[in-house]
């Protein structure tokens, strides 16, 4: 296999990537500038070394801690778990949300052998529990894996004085009931609130 | 701007990849292994490199001449002219055609600057001239760059002897070569008529 087809492949294997748009973009990278494909190049290369995961929530950094962890302005009693690191940015784009987070970087999926303890459930008892956490929000997907992972948490801190809460699902804001799927609308039924 | 921030900009500059594809892309690359992003880092770095493009017909390769140039196998009187690189690999997946190609690089597009020198037009009649060529397929895309350039070209070759067609039928008008499917392209060969 020469060159470019190796790139072909290798491209493909990135998220969303068939082996069409990963052959336009390697023929892209070899009509365009040299100097963007060694920056582009060395980042991708260099990535996981310069990058690692917040010792405390499970972020990705540069630093020994996130900047949300390092942060003086967060509500500590508060803690929302995501499944991934990139739910955190989007949660974050709203700015509706102050305290701090615990990122799974996963659900619970017993038949791929992903249990609490691949998913570090004793590392958010530890951290739940150093912080006097008073609030912790769900917010894994509305998948059945993410409700799942949910439930088991929320059962793992049952007895404690916490409340727990999860992400409301249902109808997505700007849809249209006429093309929802029928889960989301029965959870927006079951989760409808006085108004 | 962080290291995460930066490949997400950087990837976004892909052909295709809006900002939240490449925020997916960054974060794969971050959850998968370290071994991986060295080697499609390594890849995009050096790509330029180590390949260029053939010297007789244009194509991108990794050594002096590309392999159809440098196969005994081609009918080396008929010679077909492409707009880039990628639509060689797309005619070639077709077995339709045996003869050898010659690679534009771009269209003509006056207004971006880009005339006959800019396409190497010169090289164009050389090539043709050297290999004593018979017939002459004109494979730019069926859109209005790639019918003036092949009628550029036509005219360019106007007096000589030899049998000028255009690909025609098969191909949607619009479209591009790149995205074609293959019996498209295998008809538009086959259904070429007089220029």
Known sequence: MNTLENLIVLLSRL??????SASRMAYSLLKGEESYNRVLGQSIAELKEKIHKCS???NYTEEELCSICSSKDRDELTLCVVEESQDIMMIESTGDYKGLYFVLHGVLSPLDGIGPT????????DRINTLGVKELILATNPTLEGDSTALY?????EGKEIEISRIASGLPVGGDMEYADKMSISR???GRMNY
């Open 188 to 190: 927006a039924l079951k």
């Open 118 to 125: 691949e998913l570090g459930f004793d590392r958010l008892l």
């Open 153 to 157: 948490i929320k059962h793992l801190l």
């Open 56 to 58: 405390q929530c499970g």
């Open 15 to 20: 998220p969303g990537i068939g082996k069409k």
